[in-house]
């Protein structure tokens, strides 16, 4: 038998230990002012970063998604007609309408 199995306690100290890791965070959060600004900076921080993985490249979407294609028709319709009117199974034919004839002007 090894000596690590035993119940004896002795070796282990009274008070918490921790990685160095945790007293980094415990001197980061050492004051009543830089737990102010972790709690304002955490979020904004995660915030922007959010942002720009969200918006960038934005402009330049690889195809289509259904609610856009889908949900723009069907509001179209209310708007238009006052009920949700039904569309052709394939818009990109010559004889379908595929747009309003008001953006197709500019």
């Known amino acids: 038998m090894t000596?690590?199995?035993t119940d004896d306690r002795t070796a282990v100290s009274d008070g918490p230990v921790g990685s160095r890791l945790d007293d980094?965070?415990?001197r980061v959060l050492s004051t009543a002012q830089r737990v102010a600004v972790w709690r304002w900076a955490g979020?904004?921080?995660v915030t922007l970063l959010?942002?720009?993985l969200r918006l960038a490249n934005l402009g330049n979407p690889h195809s289509l998604v259904f609610d856009e294609t889908y949900y723009v028709k069907d509001g179209w319709s209310i708007v238009?007609?006052?009920y949700e009117g039904t569309w052709?199974?394939?818009p990109s034919?010559?004889?379908a309408p595929t747009t309003d004839d008001?953006?197709?002007e500019w």
């Open 43 to 45: 979020p904004i921080a």
């Open 88 to 90: 052709p199974a394939n």
């Open 102 to 104: 008001r953006f197709s």
């Open 93 to 95: 034919s010559d004889s």
């Open 50 to 52: 959010a942002a720009v």
């Open 3 to 5: 000596s690590e199995l």
């Open 80 to 82: 238009h007609l006052g």
């Open 24 to 26: 980094w965070w415990g």
